[in-house]
């Protein structure tokens, strides 16, 4: 029985094929086995002796056969790297970089210190009348209503002491003078003894400013015999021109009490207050007909 058939031509591939397998396969187990080199090694046979004999000299190690590599020194010298000097380029912006805000520290918490309340005043004050004055006003009584008011105890208007009546427990008086309510403003008012033994809580007179006439003297007209003298004032809200004469009331509460070239005086019937107005050229918007003619000591009715 025949085994290969040589005429067919992927027969003889393979049979090529299985014989360099082979070969190298007898190749590689031959390397492993015994290698490859010509030289076979010796072995050097000891002779042993009976009694064993020292070297006088001790075996010196050579350097230079066991490291050939150590023969030029300079190989482990230090390196000396010098950079070289070069201008970098100026940065340009780094468009991922933001603005970012500080981040803001909360404020310290500071501590609320406890306040001592206190004590209420021993002596009550409880209303004053009259509580409302109008500036420049005449002299008053003031009233004070409380409790616990002693004979001892004075009114205290913005700090000064006034004579103080004492009417009993719940009430005390005293007058209060023009000078104390010559100007607008609020006066303090407080009971209290002279040692600040006993003292009140305070309470306050509002002072007010008073009313003043809404006119404008403007000029007068007197007579050659001076009896009667005629006081040209201008109403300010509607611009008439007045005249008034000694004695006549503005509004019906300033009286004319005095006319001259200078001012004109008037008082208020019910506040007893004296205002002037100064003479003054008025509105000169008004017609020539409406403004005074100018007084003058004679007149000459010849042609």
Do not use: C
Request: proline share 12%; aromatic share 8%; no cysteine.
């Amino acid at each position: 029985m025949q085994l290969v058939d040589l005429n067919k031509p992927g027969e003889k591939k393979k049979l090529i094929w299985a014989a360099v397998l082979g070969l190298g396969a007898v190749l590689v187990l031959w390397w492993a086995l015994f290698g490859f080199d010509s030289k076979t090694p010796a072995t050097a046979r000891a002779t042993a002796s009976p009694t064993p004999q020292r070297s006088s000299q001790a075996p010196q190690r050579n350097s230079t056969a066991a490291s050939p590599e150590v023969q030029n020194l300079t190989v482990y010298a230090p390196i000396k790297y010098v950079p070289s000097s070069y201008s970098a380029p100026e940065a340009k912006r780094n468009i991922f970089a933001y603005y970012e805000p500080p981040k803001q520290q909360p404020a310290p918490v500071v501590p609320t210190p406890t306040t001592t309340p206190t004590p209420p005043p021993p002596v009550l004050l409880a209303s004053v009348s009259p509580a409302n004055v109008y500036a420049r006003t005449a002299d008053f009584k003031l009233e004070i209503a409380g409790d616990k008011f002693t004979p001892e105890m004075r009114i205290f208007v913005d700090g000064r002491e006034l004579p103080t009546s004492y009417k009993g427990p719940q009430q005390l008086s005293t007058t209060i003078s023009a000078s104390f309510i010559a100007a607008p403003g609020a006066r303090q008012v407080v009971v209290r003894t002279p040692d600040n033994r006993l003292y009140s809580n305070p309470a306050t007179i509002s002072v007010a400013a008073p009313p003043t006439p809404n006119y404008t003297y403007i000029g007068i007209i007197s007579p050659q015999n001076r009896v009667t003298d005629t006081a040209l004032v201008q109403d300010r809200s509607n611009k008439n021109i007045l005249s008034v004469y000694r004695g006549d009331v503005l509004s019906g509460r300033f009286r004319v009490t005095s006319i001259s070239e200078k001012e004109l005086v008037l008082v208020d019937t019910s506040l007893k207050i004296k205002h002037t107005l100064p003479m003054s050229e008025g509105d000169k918007s008004g017609s020539p007909l409406s403004r005074p003619t100018p007084r003058v000591d004679s007149e000459d009715d010849e042609p």
